[in-house]
Each structure stands twice: as structure tokens, then as C-alpha cells.
């Protein structure tokens, strides 16, 4: 599941290559499809091609060109937000991360968060109007949301999709619990009410109890048509939450 915050980025096991192009496939998978910054997937952006970006600018850290840890798989807005912007020198930043000993870059200064090393989930919220903000004080939090524009329209809109469409889902799964109890409820009190023997009923009474069979009988299918509908309504909406968390090769067809 895709969360619409920035979130921590696990690279297990990250491989070495000569030339960064080369990490395309394994920092897509390990991003689940989504861009590292703003959370869009490569489905949610159809026709985008998503990019590999330099956390620390290329320009300015030519040594971390082809280090994995220093890759991020982006969408092409990010990447062009972030461009090579950094820590300023006047900050403390000296360009020579084997060379630094004061680690700025970790400090709670105007920066970008580093999802590798830092949870952005300690410094930026999803606010009820579907926009980020910093928890206060945050100075990484603020940069980042401002310099990539993490509430531009676009996220707005898609975080407001995805919202009704996890609500949607919880109150599905809400409503088969719903049902599946009183289905199960009916069951019993049909079986309890089978399992009752009387050979001295006159023939009315005996009528009377096969309305109520036949009345059981009626409350389980209805039941279990209300079930099968629901289930029915979830299996299609896992179909389209697959198109929201799916990359552009593996799209699930609705039928």
C-alpha cells in the first residue's frame, strides 16, 4: 500500500554498478513504484518517465554519481523541483562527505529530508485539507514541501483520491463483518429452531412453524445475496486500487 506521506526508504542489499542507469530496475522496486519524494506511482502519472535523481547533486558530489545510497527513483516534476539544490556552504556543508566531521546534512537546518537515513513521518504530516505540513520546528520538513512543492494541485487531488478510496475500502470491510455476524447469527437461530421436535402440535401450529422455516429460509439467501454483493464490490475495488499502486507493466484489467 502506497502511503501518501514521504516515507522511509529501505535499500536491502543494494547492488554496485559502474554507471547509475544501470540501478533503474532495482531503485524502482525498492521505491514500490513511486516516486521517493512526493508518493506518486508510475501509474497514478501515465506517461511520465520517472527519473533517477541524485540526492546529493551529481554536480557537486561527482564521487556519489554512482553510489546506490545516493539515488532516488523520482517522478520528473521532483526531479526538476530539486534540480541541484543543497545545503548551503554557509550552513557547513563542505561538499566532501568522507572529509566532513560536522554532518550537517543531519542537523535541523534548511535541507532536503533524507528518507534513507531519517522516517519523514517524524517531520511532516497529512493534514485533514490533503496538503503536508511540518510538525513544528521542522526546518527539513518545511524545506522539503516547499522546494519540491509537495502541495501542488496535482497531489492534492491525488491524495484526496486515495483518501476515499481507503475509506471506501474500510467501510466494505466493515460491512462484510456486518454481515458475515448476521449471517451467521440467522444460521444459528435457524438451526436451534429445526432441532425442536413437538409431535403434539395441531395441524395449525405445525403450519405456523413451517412459515418460520420457510421465513429462515428466506432471511439467509437475502443474507447471502447482500454478502455476495458486498464481496463483489470489493474484489472490483481492489482491482482499481491495483491500478493505483501498480507500475505501467503490470496493469490488472477490470472486467
Known sequence: MIDSVMHRLIYANPPTYGRYPQYRDYLRAASQYACAYCTITESEN??????????????????????????????????SYKSKRWISTDDGCIRDCEKCTRKVCNDNIERFIDA????????LYLGED???????????????????????EQ?????????????????????????????????DEQERFLTQNNPSLTLNEKQYLDAIKILYEM?????????????????????????????????????
Open 130 to 152: 490533503n496538503k503536508l505540513h511540518a510538525f513544528s520546528g521542522s526546518k527539513p520538513a518545511n524545506y522539503t514541501i516547499k522546494y519540491l512543492r509537495l502541495n501542488r
Open 155 to 187: 497531489l492534492i487531488k491525488l491524495r484526496y483520491v486515495r483518501r476515499f478510496m481507503d475509506s471506501w475500502q474500510n467501510d466494505l470491510a466493515l460491512k462484510k463483518t456486518e454481515a458475515e455476524s448476521k449471517l451467521a447469527k440467522i444460521k
Open 116 to 123: 534513507l537515513t531519517e522516517d519523514p513521518k517524524s517531520m
Open 46 to 79: 501515465p506517461g511520465a518517465t520517472f527519473n533517477i535523481e541524485h540526492f546529493r547533486p551529481e554536480t557537486l558530489f561527482p564521487s556519489l554519481a554512482s553510489l546506490c545510497e545516493n539515488l532516488r527513483y523520482s517522478c520528473p516534476r521532483c526531479n
Open 219 to 255: 432471511l439467509v439467501l437475502t443474507v447471502e445475496e447482500s454478502l455476495c454483493q458486498i464481496e463483489q464490490e470489493i474484489e472490483m475495488l481492489n482491482k482499481l486500487m491495483a491500478y493505483r499502486v501498480g507500475n505501467d507493466s503490470s496493469i490488472v484489467a477490470i472486467q
